[in-house]
């Protein structure tokens, strides 16, 4: 009971945040992080990966963190004693992306923006949901970018991207996001 307590509350925070006011949106930078960490916990619920990405019940569906850790203990604190599917939730920091192929949601932090080319090349093809900030994330291929719009945190997706890492998103997360594709494309 306390689990869908727990769930409850960090989806109400979610709800909450696509349809605040501009007013109750503004907060401390602490509080925009404490919501892309709720994010990214839910992230894990709305997004299918192939079979080979957690081939068995053991293995933990982690979500990674590149780069300056922005969240401190709150992401580490939401995905304790969690699991989602049977599978574990675990948090990893990580200094290169070499060492985050065994994850399957990463954020790449702001402190990496120089090398983000050479990031998105290195993880393209594996089944791993890149998250970044910004609508410029998502169009140079990374596949949610968090966005910051009048106050109110919103979500840029590149489908081409999740389709490329073999990755299905909920059309419950779409339908609150922003479709976005790589810059110089056109319809």
Known sequence: MALLTRRASILAVLVLATVASPALAATQVTSEYDLKAAF???FAQFVEWP???MPSKNTPLTIGILGGDPFGKTLDAMVANEAVRGHKLVVRRFRDVGEADSCQILFISPSED???????????GRSILTVGEGKGFAQRSGIIGFILLDRRLRLAVNLAAANASRLTIS???????EIVGPVGLTE
């Open 40 to 42: 990214l916990f839910h």
């Open 51 to 53: 079979a080979e990405a």
């Open 114 to 124: 120089a090398r983000l080319g050479a990031i998105l090349t290195h993880l393209k």
């Open 171 to 177: 059309s419950k997360l779409l339908r609150q996001s």
